[in-house]
């Protein structure tokens, strides 16, 4: 029998592309994170034990009884077209006007950003993304090829200037940019918002430079205060593709998502779709469809918000009264995560195995940007514990980043290192 001296004798047969596909360093901390006693600041898991399990079921168990020959066949790769019409009533709240032939149901968000990514992107195309960005996004940009490009946010959102001055030189480069994508509303990982100014300038300055925009929009509903935000796509219909997904206003294991494109492009990511999946799972498009059509869906959205709005004060709160000085965070309006700055010399990504053994668990910030950096960065997320836990869990992680400091004070900075590749991530960071 051969013998390879690699641990993957495939290795020479695979696409170039897949040299993008490397694991996430920290997925390992998660099989460990998930103990009972360990109090998990790490995944955005949305609580959908809040959702009235029992109603839920019972609308279930009747569409499986009354159509199940419909709810279990296969489907169209558009997606269902009354569910589509019930999509653009979701977006309506948001201030979209659209057309159901235009909107692609998907599995996810996540999905679609694979199928748009598919469809423009070749390999050595530009992608911008904000920094930090979605791990989920990074990911499926590096799966294509694309070099990601990174510019700055702040507690404003994504600095238009810095966008501007990206491209200016991305030009003089002669570098394709393909678009840029964004989570301007209670953005993952960071937790800030896009300011109502400076989406008008985000969409001038992609205007003038003939860029497209893929919106993200998976936290929309969910801001604690007001009424939604308007979003990007409803003031430039041509050159914004919006992404949005039931998973955090009703239950992420349903996997429905969608995009809402210009037509044309609306027909590609059709195709697209075929070629992947032939089609979303009937099943799971019924069962949403359904739920927007049966069940009181903005008074249970409002249940959300209020429910995520108290583990955020919690959060807040905790990190007010027990974090050492010279730690920073952000304070979101909305949305699931807090992004937590470390002082000078503290490297959360070789942090997080201390924190482990002191039970308490988060995302190192290196795993959201494209280029190595974020090591004095963490995402905390409040979405899934109860505030109490959330308490306990600051209380443990202040006691670990101060016993980081004596360290530092010590012995001296900290030692980081690049990263190797875009971590894939797992649903424990999603």
């Known amino acids: 029998m051969e013998k390879h001296s690699r641990t993957d004798a495939y290795t020479d047969r695979y696409a170039a592309r897949a040299a993008g596909m490397v694991p996430s ?46 709810v279990l066949q296969y489907g169209s790769a558009q997606g269902d077209e009354r569910l589509r019409e019930h999509i653009c009533e979701v977006m309506s709240l948001e201030g979209i006007q659209a057309s159901a032939d235009d909107v692609v149901v998907t599995v996810g968000a996540q999905q ?33 090829q694309a070099d990601v490009v990174h510019v700055p946010l702040d507690e404003g959102g994504l600095v238009p200037g810095v966008l501007r001055e990206t491209l200016a030189r991305l030009r003089r480069e002669g570098r ?79 996997r429905v998502g969608w995009v809402l494109a210009p037509h044309a492009v609306r027909a590609k990511l059709v195709l697209a779709a075929e070629s992947a999946i032939l089609c979303p799972s009937n099943f799971a498009q019924l069962a949403v469809r359904e739920y927007l059509a049966t069940q009181p869906w903005r008074e249970q959205i409002k249940n959300f918000r ?54 308490v668990a988060y995302v190192p910030g290196t795993g959201f940007y494209a280029d190595g950096n974020g090591h004095r960065h963490m995402r905390l997320s409040y979405c899934f514990p109860e505030p109490h836990r959330i308490r306990e869990g600051i209380r443990r992680l202040a006691a670990v980043v101060e016993d980081e400091i004596r360290l530092r004070d010590t012995f001296g900075g900290a030692v980081t290192g690049g990263s190797t590749g875009v971590q894939a991530p797992g649903p424990d960071v999603v």
Do not use: H
């Not at 896009?194 to 001038?204: D, G, M, N």
């Open 176 to 254: 394709t940019v393909k678009f840029l994508y964004t989570v301007p509303t209670f953005q993952n990982p960071a937790g800030v918002t896009l300011t109502t100014a400076r989406r008008a300038q985000i969409l001038e300055i992609c205007a003038e430079y003939d860029v497209l925009v893929v919106e993200d929009n998976p936290y929309g509903l969910l801001g604690f205060d007001g009424e939604p935000m308007r979003a990007l796509r409803a003031d430039d219909s041509e050159r914004v593709i919006y992404l949005g997904s039931f998973s955090k206003t009703i239950a992420s294991g349903l």
């Open 306 to 359: 209020e429910l995520y709005r108290v583990r955020r004060d919690a959060m807040l709160e905790a990190l007010d009264q027990l974090m050492p000085d010279g730690c920073t965070w952000t304070r979101p309006r909305g949305g699931f995560f807090v992004w937590l700055t470390l002082p000078e010399g503290l490297d959360a990504k070789a942090m997080a195995p201390r924190a482990i053994a002191e039970r």
């Open 25 to 70: 360093e920290i997925r390992a901390l998660f099989a460990m994170a998930s103990r009972p006693e360990v109090v998990s600041l790490a995944g955005g898991m949305p609580y959908v034990s809040a959702l009235p399990l029992d109603a839920v079921g019972d609308m279930i168990g009747d569409l499986v009884a009354g159509k199940g020959a419909d």
């Open 112 to 144: 679609a950003l694979d199928l748009i990514t598919k469809i423009f992107v070749d390999p050595g195309d530009v992608v911008l993304a904000e920094a930090p960005s979605y791990v989920g996004a990074l990911g499926t940009f590096a799966a294509y």
